[in-house]
């Protein structure tokens, strides 16, 4: 059986991971839709999404640079920065959305 998206290994259903939490009315956005609150669990959820976006957009810069200047400059400072604790687990917890539970 095939998703909205392609295949869905172990899965089977053909529907999306996040419907699961829907359909079984937990976590945040099952309240949300079980109460009614679509509007509150948006205004919560969007700042959240919006940050995720825009950090994916600026690592994802950094990363596909074709500037030979700041390829240079990446590569030099990612494995000093890289040993700073905070450095290596905020990327992580910030796209995992970790921080805003």
Known sequence: ?????????????GHLPGEDVAHAGGGPLG?????????????RRRPVAERVVAFTGRTTRIATTRSRVLRTARNLALPVVSRIPAFRTRPATELAELNYR
């Open 1 to 13: 059986m095939s998703g909205p998206t392609g295949p869905t290994p172990g899965r089977g259903r």
């Open 31 to 43: 309240r949300a839709i079980a109460e009614d609150r679509l509007d509150d669990y948006e205004a």
